[in-house]
């Protein structure tokens, strides 16, 4: 199974979450992709590793770089040109802050959000 984090511009917020959901969801491939080709944010590695994760594995592609076939995407945020246009079996969408316009305190604040949802996402796949 895979499971594509999706985000406008730099992919900051996919960045994040890819790299959170890969504490959660250990057998699943897990993919960050914006609509730009850039690096890993630095921030988000430093986010990553003050909750004790590691972002070594977070490779970014662009959206046109997305495996044909996705189980799961998830769009967690939409910027002032519109929500990225993926295609999934399903597709999920969160409304997480965007890091770069709040500095280095959005970083850990769209963190904060991405676990939570990512706890929700668990749950549904993990019902007790």
């Known amino acids: 199974m895979n499971m594509a984090f999706v985000c406008n511009g730099s992919g900051v917020r996919a960045q994040l979450a890819a790299g959170i959901a890969r504490d959660f969801f250990r057998d699943v491939e897990i993919i960050a992709a914006g609509t730009l080709d850039e690096a890993v944010d630095p921030n988000v590695l430093q986010v990553l590793e003050e909750n004790g994760m590691d972002g070594s594995g977070i490779k970014p592609v662009t959206l046109w770089d997305l495996p044909e076939q996705l189980d799961y995407a998830v769009v967690v945020g939409c910027d002032?040109?519109?929500?990225?246009?993926?295609?999934?079996?399903?597709?999920?969408?969160?409304?997480?802050?965007?890091?770069?316009?709040?500095?280095?305190?959005?970083?850990?604040?769209?963190?904060?959000?991405?676990?939570?949802?990512?706890?929700?996402?668990?749950?549904?796949?993990?019902?007790?």
């Open 80 to 128: 002032e040109g519109g929500c990225p246009l993926v295609f999934a079996d399903k597709v999920i969408e969160w409304d997480i802050t965007n890091p770069k316009e709040l500095g280095e305190a959005g970083y850990r604040t769209a963190a904060s959000e991405l676990k939570e949802e990512l706890k929700r996402l668990w749950t549904e796949f993990n019902p007790e």
